[in-house]
């Protein structure tokens, strides 16, 4: 059988995105597999393996970055022959795309949720905005897209929804995790990480892992905070350009020696050894890499109804979910998890829930939608 080529596509690489593990993933599982793979980005590390085409144009603002390097991409592909094209960017000119940050009008939605009439106005009127989903539908509605991977049902069910993409073009992939690097047995992590920021070794430690505070759910999560007992502690991991705002809320809420902001971590794994309980109360999140990193790692997970990874819990047997402004229910699955016992019958169940959803398995899928995909292709339909 002949070797594959294929072209993904990513704009731009971040070292902590859940895309680019994604991305990073895939290309290490299919370079096993006699696929020959090229990235086409405006930026990413030196890596060996796989070629890399720049797609840099000059740009100011975000609309005619994002344009540009679609334009870019698109004048690229035309000169260069590849079997599959795969974007994780929403451009029109791929076979596959990879719906990893889900529907931009669904975001919208939800997060108008939490906002006042002033912000809600300013977003109607950004022309950001206005161009993502002109390129979301754009995209969707292209007579070259033979494939959509969807990481989640709720984002398949977004796309049927909002674009009418036909059932059979929709395909759930969920991403794989390394369930040897991430085990319950980083609790040998625990008493390092807890004594670098002050947590008491008995202490129910809830942990949080994301970037983009105000989407993952952090204001409702410290009001949260708020009702639980003393000897909870919340661990924030991840990165947010308004992080003072929310050091300044745990301080007025009197939380300042419970609630520890950690900064970005590219390995995150000894924090759930440290955790007890991860907690992502997200307004809306495709689904999110953490979730099943931390349910390999033997932790309960809390998450909000528009959460992929919704999907895989069952409440009260690998942890809970609740609305995202749910509060209330927010605060009942907490203290439920503060029980010693919950903790591990839960984390031994989440660990369970994703033991078969390992990276090979992942690769094993996205090989068979490839193949069929080239397969009529050979065909010549």
Known sequence: ?????????????????????????????????????????????????????????????????????????????????????????????????????????????????????????????????AYVKAAEKALFTSPRL????????????????????AEEKLHVIYSGVDTDSFHPDLKKHRMAVRSRYGIPPDATLFLFVGSGFERKGIPILLEAMAALPESTHLLVVGRDKKLNKYQSRAKRLNMERRVHFAGSHPDVGPFYGAADVLVLPTL?????????????SGLPVITSLKCGAAELIENGKNGFTCDALDKAGLVQAMRRLTSKEEQEAQGKAARRTVESMNVADMANKLRGLYMSLIRHNDSGH
């Open 284 to 296: 809306y999140d495709p689904f999110p890499n953490v979730a099943l990193e931390a349910m390999a």
């Open 146 to 165: 033979r494939a959509v991977i969807c990481n989640s049902l709720m984002v398949k069910e977004e796309i049927r929804r909002y674009f009418g993409v």
């Open 1 to 129: 059988m002949k070797s594959l080529s294929i072209a993904l596509i990513r704009g731009r690489y971040a070292e902590d995105g859940g895309a680019e593990r994604f991305i990073a993933r895939a290309l290490a599982a299919l370079q096993d597999q006699e696929v020959r793979v090229t990235l086409i980005t405006r930026e990413w590390p030196a890596g060996a393996g796989f070629d890399v085409l720049v797609c840099n144009p000059f740009y100011l603002g975000r609309v005619w970055r994002d344009l540009g390097f679609a334009r870019c991409v698109c004048r690229k592909l035309a000169q260069k022959k590849f079997d599959l094209v795969q974007s994780h960017e929403r451009i029109a000119c791929c076979d596959v795309y990879r719906a990893g940050d889900g529907v931009h009008r669904e975001w919208l939605r939800q997060r108008r949720r939490v906002l006042g009439w002033p912000r809600r106005l300013a977003i109607a009127l950004n022309p950001y905005h």
